[in-house]
Structures are given as structure tokens and as C-alpha cells.
């Protein structure tokens, strides 16, 4: 079975800097897609951003980009430009291709403080 | 506007109560979620329905049982609340092996007393 680890439990930034937030995956297939996703203290889950792994080309979204290592099994989240609006929890997910296997597999986050 | 919605969105249960918490998505999408979050866990998968009809034990099922009633709605029934189901639950619902992920509903906080 696929996991996820994410092991900076928190993480904090100075506004309008950058920060890295690390995430593992362990896996034995060759295709899969990888996701971020924000929760903020609304609670509500947003897509920040996703990469399929045959794709060499690191995912980037406005100031959210990934680092996306698949020899090493690793996709961290860089946040350039930390925002106040940045702070929330970060969810590193996993999903498979293969057929009847869509759910997604989830880290145990990275709560991100920013400060002004 | 399109998207997944749960009701309710908070609920305070006494222990060994029953109740059933309701998910609807009106984006015709294929499969459905149920997770649980709690501090430090992260989300872990309760149930799914790959499609209509269907349904599969996820992660942590114990405790839960699931009705896909038809393709929009996903229901997730405590039969006997504990304290150790107080926590924040979710439903999703995505279409086929879209690149796009879960669409996920706004959650609902649960507390078992």
C-alpha cells in the first residue's frame, strides 16, 4: 500500500519570503499523480497544485511550484512570496492510476505559520 | 453553484446515539469519499464508491456503514457513536481517473459526548 509522509509537523515563514515543505511518498508503481492541498482555518480543502509522475517537468502555480524528485520519492512545495493568506494547514496526497484505485492517500500535513 | 455538500455541518451526538451524516454532488462525477481528519492524522479514508451501486471498505471503516443511494448522493451512518468518532468529516467526489483530483465538501465537526 501507498504512504505518504510529510515530517515537518509545522513549518513558519516571515511574509514575502519563501519556505519549502517537504513531502515523501512510497510507492511501486511508475504512473500516479501527486497533489497539495490548503486548508485554511475555514476548514474547506483547496487544490494548490498536482503533477502526474511521467511528466519531468516540475508543476507550477502562480507562487506555488514543486520539486518534484521521482528517483527519490519526494514532491515538496515551495511557497515563494509567503502571503498572510498562506497560513493553513498543507495536505501531500497520492493517487494511483490503475483502475479502481482512485482514492486519494493522504500525509498528516504541515501547519504553516506566517508571520508578518 | 456546482460543487458537494454536506449537512450538517456541526452535530453534537450522545454516546451510543445514532445518526447519519448526508453528502450530495451535482457535478455527475463517477466516485465518492468519505475521510475523516482528526489533529495529527491527517485524512484517512472511511469508505468509497467507485460508482453507483458499488461500495468498498477504506482505511478506518470500523464503526461506519455507507449507502450510495444513487450517482449524487453518498450517505455515512454512525449506528452507535463513540467518543473515539469525534472528528471532522469529509465527503468527495471526483469523475473517473481525472487529473483534477477530489471536489471536497465543506466538512462536518462532530463531537460524540
Redesign the interface.
Known amino acids: 500500500a501507498q504512504t505518504v509522509t510529510q515530517s515537518q509537523p509545522e513549518m513558519s515563514v516571515q511574509e514575502a519570503e519563501t519556505v519549502t515543505l517537504s513531502c515523501t511518498y512510497d510507492t511501486s508503481e511508475s504512473d500516479y499523480y501527486l497533489f497539495w492541498y490548503k486548508q485554511p482555518p475555514s476548514r474547506q480543502m483547496i487544490l494548490v497544485i498536482r503533477q502526474e509522475a511521467y511528466k519531468q517537468q516540475n508543476a507550477t502555480e502562480n507562487r506555488f511550484s514543486v520539486n518534484f524528485q521521482k528517483a527519490a520519492k519526494s514532491f515538496s512545495l515551495k511557497i515563494s512570496d509567503s502571503q498572510l493568506g498562506d497560513a493553513a494547514m498543507y495536505f501531500c496526497a497520492y493517487r494511483s492510476k490503475q483502475g479502481g484505485s482512485e482514492k486519494l492517500v493522504f500525509g498528516k500535513g504541515t501547519k504553516l505559520t506566517v508571520n508578518p | 453553484n456546482a460543487g458537494v455538500t454536506q449537512t450538517p455541518k456541526f452535530q453534537v451526538l450522545k454516546t451510543g446515539q445514532s445518526m447519519t451524516l448526508q453528502c450530495a454532488q451535482d457535478m455527475n462525477h463517477n466516485?465518492m469519499?468519505w475521510?475523516r481528519q482528526d489533529p495529527?492524522?491527517?485524512?484517512?479514508?472511511i469508505y468509497?464508491s467507485?460508482s453507483e451501486g458499488t461500495t468498498d471498505k477504506?482505511e478506518v471503516p470500523n464503526g461506519y456503514n455507507v449507502s450510495r443511494l444513487n450517482k449524487r448522493e453518498f450517505s455515512l451512518r454512525l449506528e452507535s457513536a463513540a467518543p473515539s468518532q469525534t472528528s471532522?468529516y469529509?465527503c468527495?467526489s471526483?469523475y473517473?481517473?481525472h487529473?483534477?483530483?477530489?471536489t471536497?465538501g465543506?466538512?462536518t465537526?462532530l463531537t460524540v459526548v
Not at chain 2, 40 to 45: E, K, N, Q, V, Y
Not at chain 2, 99 to 102: A, L, V
Open positions: 466516485s469519499y475521510y495529527g492524522m491527517g485524512l484517512r479514508l468509497y467507485a477504506g471532522v469529509f468527495a471526483m473517473g481517473t487529473i483534477y483530483g477530489y471536497f465543506s466538512g465537526r
